[in-house]
């Protein structure tokens, strides 16, 4: 059986089950609404174009503040794994803010920014820069010592061999980095649009809890994680795949 034939049933069966147990136990809609009542909420949303602003405000965010974590990302990868210096003063500061979650930033966000876009692309950019540059780092420093002894040999050297060995080399690690922060930044993202006051998801999300309507709750909480699988599935796992099938580092 194919994967995507078993998350349909594995899907219909559990909002076969969730509409059951709300009829069975008549649950209130304050606290669980039925999943029928959550997708007309959500067929609503998309048929008054209100979802599809908030789509595209967040996408916008998202966007500006990822290709920025990328390319700091990148940077400081390369950074950190050619500089001894750096990787054991930036690094371990890089490797502690690791461990902090992207919604303690916010307060430091208000405060500086305000409530408007800029303090949520700050969260994006700290959610995904972080990991990228942590895969980067790792990629260029995993780089096999075969692999330069060889281009030595062949009279490669300084940034000759960085681009036409080293980079090549680290690519898998730098596709994978990508892959993690754009989860990353989608999760900071929601956080950061929380405490917005412009269109966007997490906005709308917090509106629909503000006004108890948990049928509109639960329905951008469905859209938020199926977008993040849409994306991750169609998109960067096949990168990804492709990219290790192409290194030899995958048979399938």
């Known amino acids: 059986m194919q994967p995507a034939v078993k998350r349909i049933i594995f899907y219909v069966l559990l909002f076969s089950i969730w509409q059951g147990a709300v009829y069975v136990f008549d649950v209130s809609p304050s606290l669980l609404p039925a999943p029928t009542d959550v997708f007309a909420s959500l067929y609503e949303g998309f048929s008054n174009l ?109 940034f000759r061999l960085f681009s036409k060995v080293t980079i090549p080399a680290s690519i898998p690690y730098a596709v994978t980095g990508m892959r993690l922060a754009w989860a990353f930044a989608w999760r900071a993202l929601m956080a950061g649009e929380l405490l917005s006051t412009g269109p966007g998801l997490g906005y709308s999300l917090r509106f629909a809890s503000d006004f108890g309507d948990m049928s509109r709750v639960i329905a951008i909480m469905l859209l938020i994680m199926l977008i993040g699988i849409i994306v991750d599935l169609l998109f960067f796992q096949r990168i990804e795949k492709k990219v290790l099938r192409k290194w030899g580092l995958a048979t399938s």
């Open 50 to 158: 209100t979802l599809v602003y908030d789509l595209a405000a967040s996408f916008r965010r998202l966007f500006i503040g990822l290709a920025i974590a990328l390319v700091l990302g990148l940077l400081l990868g390369v950074l950190l794994a050619k500089s001894k210096t750096a990787d054991e003063t930036l690094g371990s500061l890089i490797l502690a803010l690791q461990s902090v979650p992207s919604i303690v930033w916010l307060p430091l966000a208000i405060m500086w920014f305000g409530l408007n876009e800029m303090a949520v692309i700050f969260i994006v950019v700290l959610g995904a820069t972080i990991v990228m540059t942590i895969n980067v780092r790792t990629g260029i420093m995993n780089v096999p010592p075969l692999f330069i002894k060889a281009a030595k040999t062949m009279n490669y050297k300084g």
